[in-house]
């Protein structure tokens, strides 16, 4: 049992190490794709320890909500990780929440991040928040269709159990319905960690943020937990749609030999989502604000159909 | 452990004594406001006390049975206790012993204005109508508890009958709550005519034998009436009119119990007076319940007024308690009693949390429209400074309501979800698609709440304040927090500790329906159809409140020496920062409005006057955006005109003509004798 | 889409190296406000905020020309920011306009220590052709502390990014 929880903190620290990679690696995909030499991968860990250490500068109309918003987005995200098999289906406190609490968990990191952009009463934050609750609102029915996908064919809704189950199906990824859900999860995915077409990660533009528009009054330790979380959940959410639709290589057990292959094969999983999401982006424009429900409203669409074949085809 | 049966009746007669007293003595104090406040809500909050213990003491198995045979015709006033009777006890007193608390405080500023006894008075009676109403066990008795409660709670509305508003409101009430009565009285002497009892307790077995068409007709009456009383939409509209018109302290109450008392009707109905019903029945109100949620936030969403929002957003909570009672007639229908019994103990968990959470937000917006004389969200904002602990309360409220966790609003969602997702063990494809709308739709509505309580605390208590009023506010009295506080340990207590309210619920449910639910639980975790879903609520909130004390500490030993400093909001280095610059409520929920256009067809003016000499000159911009309500558009206005037209053919009659007044009387006599032949 | 992905693949990685050399020569360093231990904080990342003061957007078309791939100037660790919350440096170009110094001043203060300021151009050094304009108010360093100054009428985009780094790493 210890060397389990041992191993699921290490599993823990594992997201919260690598997803700063991760959002580097993105960042230097799509440079290379746009012809640039780009950042090195390593750039963001630097600015997190750059934010950590300068001073704060908070707007004198904020109360402690503000102050509050960063350490519970960066302890959600944190919560997730633990729920979420990383590297393997063994996760002891993987009983902590099923596939909808995590879900429940990004959305109070949510709610409260959106709380926290009208705190300033600059017009900027509010907008943000108004539009960032906007997606979230209307990205949630996609998730839980395709949630409901999902558990239909595994018959369960446990994280741990459904991988353990999928990586039984030999034809996984040649079932129509999985693939709708996976594309349904995928633009979720897209629209909750604030890529595009739902928003631009990379925007100087006031008015064309979501995320940005919310945490641009945050400062120094703050800005860095900001990012830190966005990063995390950037990182759980790929880990998740290479986990929960192509759950090869997670370690069914605790061998050492199984846990290294795990990490690789993730590696590799998450390289080849990540690189997926930068050719998205440098192929992609950014849509209009009223636009996105049509997406949504896509993804939702894909979702049913999932659901519907699982119910009709198989 | 059993209860002995004498207990169960001295609690009863200590509930009714204490309400009885308080409306009695406020009443003979009525020309001392103070006493009558003090004396009056005191002995509320003694039988509201009194009314928990009772449930307790149901929940615990005790059984009693009371008749008084000579007050009512038709066998008597019959009162008895069962479990299910007890759990909504217990929603009374978590909805009513917080309120009467805050009650204290809050009446205190009505005491120049209105006549405190009978406001006390009525208070004690709505209180003890309500706990006779779960109890009463034929039809007469139930009848006429129901009709007391809803003309009591109709006083209570009306205490600030000095406005126009509130005279509207209280109209609207009135005459939606005896439209459901009606149907509830046609069900009622259908169902007692066709079973030959007007005792509740034998129409179980009576009603299994009876033809479908007259199970269609009664289920369709009393729930119409039950509905009606549980604010379903299309039945809500008296809903968003009568909740914010009264006093908070009984908004809370109406809001958080008084509705919950339809719920209480459908669960007696569909589960208990008739039986297993067919599949229709369930599919029913699982569409009602989707529309309601959906429909109720949407429109909560675009409010402006506090208690308005709140009070569409207990539409949206009916419809999210009536997802899992209308899950649990289907599986019921598909004899899947494990997992029907897991649906209601879904709707039923809900149906408490919504008691703690929606009395919680009454009763602070109503703290905050007491300090800030307005419910316009657009003339608040900077509350969380001026009113620190209100704040709190409410931020616990919105989380909770909005389904986040670690708080109980989340519980019992997460149990509905789970409930909702494990349909596809029903074996007809319909129904199953059925199914992933609902589930789509609750989707859709927990996001959407959570986009409606970002709004409702956010512009309310955030930035900076939006009047003079707001800049003025003070933080209400120590009685009225305690009241609110109480609430928000409920919530928390409720979501991240739900084992003995599970444990009441499973007993209660076994009762009914002879089935458990399909749901493992101990102390720390709970596991519904094993091992298809799991949560573990308490190491949730445990593991969260550890990582949130962690990371600053962990800061703090990382971080040299860094300076935090305030200064402006940045603004693009503009030099005024005023509250005019802050997003505002319409602003907020304008992407909705433009999303969901074809729901609420919204209307845009805008008047431009210029300046006669240039047209680069404006004089007045007049802009108006308003939502327009589709159901008394389309519905009810199209109702009232011919109810008036058929009241004008009919004034027709009425000619005031003696002689003619005396041939009606004989056409009715030769009518009556021909039939009574 | 396709011809895209295509006309990506075909295309290389189109970034010069930098050459700290001719360019360097346009740059004056002033007095540090800050001491030296308050920029090893920073470490090799910068985000930067610019603020127009009032300038004619020469500069700005030659900043603009910055985060093109041909310069890049990402591949240093440094990023155009929305707001100076984020920020670490103020990138500021033409003289102070009345209208503009206040603003200016607000966007030194909203920034958070340990910060840079960088006078990019010949207006923002000494007013320009603009010196004496009824609408000027002067220099940039006449409103709020200078560390760097870049000359040039427009400076070229290797002079601003070589005035950037030497920012950077000035104090080490």
């Given at each position: 049992m210890l060397v389990e929880v041992i191993i699921e903190f290490v599993q823990t620290l594992a997201v919260a190490l690598g997803a700063p990679l991760l959002v580097g690696f993105v960042r230097k995909m799509k440079a290379r794709l746009q012809g640039r030499r780009g950042a090195p991968v390593v750039q963001p860990y630097r600015d997190l320890r750059k934010w950590l250490a300068k001073d704060v500068v908070l707007s004198e109309n904020t109360s402690w909500i503000f102050r509050f918003t960063p350490y519970l987005l960066v302890a959600t995200m944190l919560l997730s990780a633990l729920i979420v098999p990383v590297l393997t289906t063994h996760t002891p406190l993987g009983f902590m929440g099923n596939i909808i609490v995590l879900m429940y968990l990004f959305l109070l990191g949510t709610f409260f991040l959106a709380l926290a952009g009208l705190d300033a009463g600059s017009a900027f934050g509010g907008m943000g928040s108004s539009r960032a609750m906007a997606i979230a609102a209307l990205a949630e029915p996609t998730v839980m269709i395709a949630i409901f996908a999902i558990a239909l064919r595994a018959g369960t809704t446990r994280l741990d159990h459904i991988i353990v189950h999928y990586s039984a199906d030999g034809l996984l990824v040649l079932n129509p319905g999985h693939l709708l859900a996976f594309v349904a999860f995928f633009i979720v995915a897209l629209a909750e960690t604030g890529r595009l077409p739902v928003d631009n990660p990379a925007t100087h533009l006031e008015l064309t943020?979501?995320?940005?528009?919310?945490?641009?009054?945050?400062?120094?330790?703050?800005?860095?937990?900001?990012?830190?979380?966005?990063?995390?959940?950037?990182?759980?959410?790929?880990?998740?749609?290479?986990?929960?639709?192509?759950?090869?290589?997670?370690?069914?057990?605790?061998?050492?030999?199984?846990?290294?292959?795990?990490?690789?094969?993730?590696?590799?999983?998450?390289?080849?989502?990540?690189?997926?999401?930068?050719?998205?982006?440098?192929?992609?424009?950014?849509?209009?604000?009223?636009?996105?429900?049509?997406?949504?409203?896509?993804?939702?669409?894909?979702?049913?159909?999932?659901?519907?074949?699982?119910?009709f085809v198989a | 452990m059993m209860i002995n049966e004498t207990l169960v009746l001295k609690l009863l007669n200590l509930t009714l004594f204490c309400f009885g007293l308080g409306a009695l003595a406020s009443l003979a104090l009525a020309r001392r406001a103070p006493a009558a406040r003090w004396t009056g809500h005191m002995l509320a909050l003694l039988g509201a006390g009194s009314v928990g213990t009772l449930a307790v003491a149901g929940l615990a198995g005790g059984t009693a049975h009371w008749t008084l045979s000579g007050l009512l015709p038709f066998g008597g006033v019959v009162l008895g206790i069962d479990r299910l009777s007890a759990f909504f006890l217990?929603?009374?007193?978590?909805?009513?012993?917080?309120?009467?608390?805050?009650?204290?405080?809050?009446?205190?500023?009505?005491?120049?204005?209105?006549?405190?006894?009978?406001?006390?008075?009525?208070?004690?009676?709505f209180l003890a109508t309500m706990t006779l109403v779960v109890l009463a066990r034929n039809v007469l008795t139930f009848l006429v508890l129901w009709e007391a409660m809803s003309?009591?709670?109709?006083?209570?509305?009306l205490t600030e009958s000095d406005h126009a508003e509130t005279q509207h409101a209280g109209l609207v009430y009135l005459v939606m709550t005896h439209a459901g009565f009606a149907c509830l009285l046609m069900g009622f002497l259908l169902l007692a005519h066709a079973t030959g009892t007007m005792d509740f307790a034998h129409w179980r077995a009576a009603t299994a034998s009876l033809g479908a068409s007259t199970r269609h007709a009664i289920f369709?009456?009393?729930?119409?009436?039950?509905?009606?009383?549980?604010?379903?939409?299309?039945?809500?509209?008296?809903?968003?009119?009568?909740?914010?018109?009264?006093?908070?302290?009984?908004?809370?109450?109406?809001?958080?119990?008084?509705?919950?008392?339809?719920?209480?009707?459908?669960?007696?109905?569909?589960?208990?007076?008739?039986?297993?019903?067919?599949?229709?029945?369930?599919?029913?109100?699982?569409?009602?319940?989707?529309?309601?949620?959906?429909?109720?936030?949407?429109?909560?969403?675009?409010?402006?007024?506090?208690?308005?929002?709140?009070?569409?957003?207990?539409?949206?909570?009916?419809?999210?308690?009536?997802?899992?009672?209308?899950?649990?007639?289907?599986?019921?229908?598909?004899?899947?009693?494990?997992?029907?019994?897991?649906?209601?103990?879904?709707?039923?968990?809900?149906?408490?949390?919504h008691a703690a959470f929606k009395s919680l937000l009454f009763m602070t917006a109503g703290a905050v429209v007491q300090a800030t004389h307005t419910r316009h969200m657009e003339a608040m904002g900077g509350l969380i400074k001026r009113m620190p602990q209100t704040a709190l309360f409410f931020l616990v409220g919105s989380v909770a309501i909005a389904a986040l966790p670690p708080f109980n609003g989340f519980f019992s969602e997460w149990l509905t979800f789970q409930s909702l997702l494990l349909s596809w063990q029903i074996p007809a494809r319909d129904v199953n698609l059925i199914f992933a709308l609902a589930i789509a739709a609750l989707a859709l509505t927990s996001g959407l709440a959570a986009a409606c309580f970002v709004k409702a605390f956010g512009i309310?208590?955030?930035?900076?304040?939006?009047?003079?009023?707001?800049?003025?506010?003070?933080?209400?009295?120590?009685?009225?927090?305690?009241?609110?506080?109480?609430?928000?340990?409920?919530?928390?207590?409720?979501?991240?500790?739900?084992v003995g309210v599970l444990y009441a619920l499973q007993a209660t449910i076994f009762e009914m329906n002879g089935a458990y639910a399909n749901l493992y639980f101990d102390w720390k975790t709970v596991v519904a159809n094993p091992p298809f879903a799991t949560v573990a609520p308490l190491l949730m909130a445990c593991a969260l409140a550890a990582l949130l004390a962690a990371i600053p500490l962990a800061l703090r030993l990382r971080r040299g020496r860094t300076v935090r400093r305030y200064y402006e909001?940045?603004?693009?280095?503009?030099?005024?920062?005023?509250?005019?610059?802050?997003?505002?409520?319409?602003?907020?929920?304008?992407?909705?409005?433009?999303?969901?256009?074809?729901?609420?067809?919204?209307?845009?003016?805008?008047?431009i006057e210029f300046h006669p000499e240039s047209r680069f000159f404006v004089r007045t911009i007049a802009y108006r955006n308003e939502v327009r309500s589709v159901f008394e558009e389309a519905l009810y206005q199209p109702l009232i005109r011919s109810t008036q037209w058929i009241a004008e053919q009919a004034r027709r009659l009425q000619s005031g003509n003696v002689q003619s007044y005396?041939?009606?009387?004989?056409?009715?006599?030769?009518?009556?004798?021909?039939?009574?032949r | 889409m396709v011809s895209l992905w295509r006309k990506i693949w075909k295309t290389p990685v189109v970034t010069e190296p930098f050459i700290n050399s001719d360019a360097a020569a346009a740059i004056e360093a002033l007095t540090r406000q800050v001491e030296a231990a308050a920029f090893a904080r920073l470490g090799r990342s910068l985000h930067i905020r610019q603020v127009d003061a009032g300038s004619c957007n020469g500069c700005e078309l030659e900043i603009g020309a910055l985060n093109?791939?041909?310069?890049?100037?990402?591949?240093?660790?440094?990023?155009?920011?929305?707001?100076?919350?984020?920020?670490?440096?103020?990138?500021?170009?033409?003289?102070?306009?009345?209208?503009?110094?206040?603003?200016?001043?607000?966007?030194?203060?909203?920034?958070?220590?340990?910060?840079?300021?960088?006078?990019?151009?010949?207006?923002?050094?000494?007013?320009?052709?603009?010196?004496?304009?009824?609408?000027?108010?002067g220099p940039v360093s006449a409103v709020i502390p200078v560390d760097i100054v870049v000359s040039g009428c427009p400076p070229a985009p290797r002079a601003i990014l070589a005035g950037i780094l030497a920012a950077m790493e000035k104090p080490r």
């Open positions: 943020m979501i995320h940005e528009a919310m945490v641009l009054e945050y400062s120094g330790r703050y800005l860095a937990l900001i990012e830190w979380a966005a990063a995390m959940k950037l990182f759980l959410f790929l880990t998740l749609l290479a986990n929960l639709f192509f759950p090869w290589g997670v370690a069914p057990s605790l061998a050492p030999a199984a846990l290294v292959v795990a990490l690789v094969v993730l590696v590799a999983k998450l390289s080849v989502l990540a690189t997926g999401v930068a050719l998205l982006e440098t192929a992609l424009a950014k849509l209009r604000l009223f636009r996105v429900p049509e997406l949504l409203s896509g993804s939702f669409l894909m979702a049913l159909l999932a659901v519907v074949s699982f119910f | 217990l929603i009374i007193a978590v909805g009513g012993f917080p309120a009467s608390l805050y009650a204290l405080g809050y009446t205190r500023a009505y005491e120049s204005r209105h006549s405190l006894g009978a406001m006390a008075c009525t208070w004690n009676l003309l009591v709670s109709y006083f209570l509305v369709i009456l009393l729930a119409l009436g039950f509905g009606a009383k549980a604010g379903v939409i299309p039945l809500h509209i008296w809903l968003p009119q009568a909740h914010p018109a009264a006093p908070s302290h009984v908004s809370a109450v109406m809001s958080g119990v008084m509705i919950k008392l339809g719920i209480y009707g459908l669960i007696r109905l569909g589960f208990d007076w008739l039986g297993i019903g067919p599949a229709v029945w369930g599919g029913a109100i699982l569409a009602v319940a989707a529309v309601s949620a959906v429909l109720g936030v949407l429109y909560a969403l675009m409010e402006q007024d506090l208690k308005r929002l709140l009070a569409y957003s207990s539409v949206e909570n009916v419809g999210i308690i009536l997802l899992g009672i209308g899950a649990g007639l289907l599986f019921q229908a598909y004899h899947l009693p494990g997992l029907a019994a897991l649906a209601l103990l879904a709707g039923l968990y809900h149906t408490l949390n309310t208590f955030l930035a900076l304040p939006r009047s003079d009023q707001a800049g003025q506010a003070c933080e209400v009295s120590w009685v009225m927090r305690a009241g609110m506080a109480l609430l928000a340990l409920a919530c928390l207590a409720l979501g991240i500790w739900p909001t940045w603004g693009c280095g503009r030099a005024l920062q005023t509250a005019r610059f802050e997003y505002t409520s319409t602003a907020f929920a304008n992407p909705f409005k433009r999303v969901f256009a074809f729901l609420y067809r919204p209307i845009k003016e805008l008047d005396l041939l009606y009387i004989l056409i009715a006599l030769v009518i009556l004798i021909l039939l009574a | 093109s791939p041909y310069y890049d100037l990402e591949q240093f660790g440094l990023h155009f920011v929305a707001s100076p919350r984020h920020a670490d440096c103020l990138l500021v170009t033409g003289p102070v306009t009345r209208n503009m110094a206040d603003a200016l001043r607000r966007t030194y203060e909203a920034t958070p220590s340990p910060k840079i300021v960088v006078a990019v151009g010949d207006c923002a050094q000494n007013c320009g052709i603009f010196a004496g304009g009824y609408g000027v108010v």
